[in-house]
């Protein structure tokens, strides 16, 4: 019997709060998701690029693999590139806890939305990080649907909210919940308080869904969800 492949929410937080670093001559970007990179931009523009992707092929659906296995297959994705004559820079993509070791990646440029997901599956990557256009605008794309969380995970989330978010964390369809468990604790407060928002304020440039919205304020935003029949995912 086949199962259905998932990922876990809290490994998709530790995606989108990773750091993402590219090495260019003696310059070192630091891309990070759900944000414009301003010289990223600015490279992409100079390299003549629409779009990069920034991927790796370390530790396949992210389980460890020897020193040995990840070079292999970092070699392999390189070789790809090299082959197919696409345009690559090195990096690497790091925990900034601490908490995983650094995986060698690269950025590459040109390739199409359905050529990177191609190449992401055929290395075993849950996800991969997507610069859609010349602007910069960093996006983390995923692979798979999410799992939902355990009862354990969901309990010990409510339990470090703010004392007045639980109850409303608690009574959020699961769908909901195991989006927010995906992002920052700022973020998900923000989501949980929409009485609070001022629409005036700049805020965050992507769903809690991972897709990009663009710059500017939360009214803004609001108006690019609903001129694009995007349902908003928390009301």
Known sequence: MNTVKTISPLLVKAYRSAHYYVHH???????????????LAKLMK???ASTATFITAYNP??????????????????????ADKIVSLSGFGSDPAGQWDPEESLLAF???????????DRYGQNAFVWIANSEGFVNLKLRYDLSNP???????????LPEQLRAVASNLAGSEQ????????????????PHTWDLNH???????????????????????????????VYP
């Open 25 to 39: 001559g003696n310059e070192v970007l630091l891309l990070k998701v759900g944000s414009v990179n301003h010289a």
């Open 46 to 48: 100079a390299y003549g």
């Open 61 to 82: 659906y992210s389980e460890t693999r020897s020193a040995e296995e990840n070079q292999a297959t970092h070699q392999q994705l390189l070789a790809n590139f090299q």
């Open 110 to 120: 040109g390739l199409s939305l359905p050529q990177a997901e191609k190449l992401a």
């Open 150 to 160: 355990t009862a354990q995970e969901l309990s010990h989330w409510i339990s470090q």
């Open 178 to 193: 195991k989006w927010l468990l995906t992002v920052g604790d700022e973020e998900q407060c923000h989501w949980l308080e």
């Open 202 to 232: 700049p805020w965050p440039i992507a769903r809690p869904d991972g897709c990009p919205i663009s710059v500017g304020t939360e009214m803004d935003r609001m108006f690019k969800l609903s001129a694009n029949g995007l349902e908003k």
